[in-house]
């Protein structure tokens, strides 16, 4: 988990529900953001670097047209991530 988002709960199914209420355009802003932070991070991190792969592969999905169950998982993975 990352500790700069660790907390209880509550906080994680807030943050689903922020990210369901975001439009396309705006997930990806917040993908781009967090990419930047990762790139700040040491370039030996193998947590940064992880992370860099799992927001490249949201990047590719959020651009892949979805069926409704597809779009529902993926917003349950992204809601897992805490932008």
């Not at 943050?15 to 993908?31: D, L, V, Y």
């Not at 990762?38 to 193998?46: D, G, K, W, Y």
């Not at 670097?49 to 892949?64: A, C, T």
């Amino acid at each position: 988990m990352d500790p700069e988002h660790a907390g209880s709960g509550s906080e994680g199914a807030k943050t689903g529900w922020r990210w369901k209420q975001m439009g396309n355009e705006e997930k990806k802003a917040a993908i781009r953001e967090e990419m930047k932070r990762m790139q700040r991070l040491p370039h030996n991190s193998s947590y940064a670097s992880h992370r860099l792969r799992v927001l490249d592969k949201i990047q590719q999905l959020l651009s892949l047209p979805r069926t409704t169950s597809q779009d529902e998982e993926l917003e349950l993975l992204f809601s897992g991530l805490r932008l």
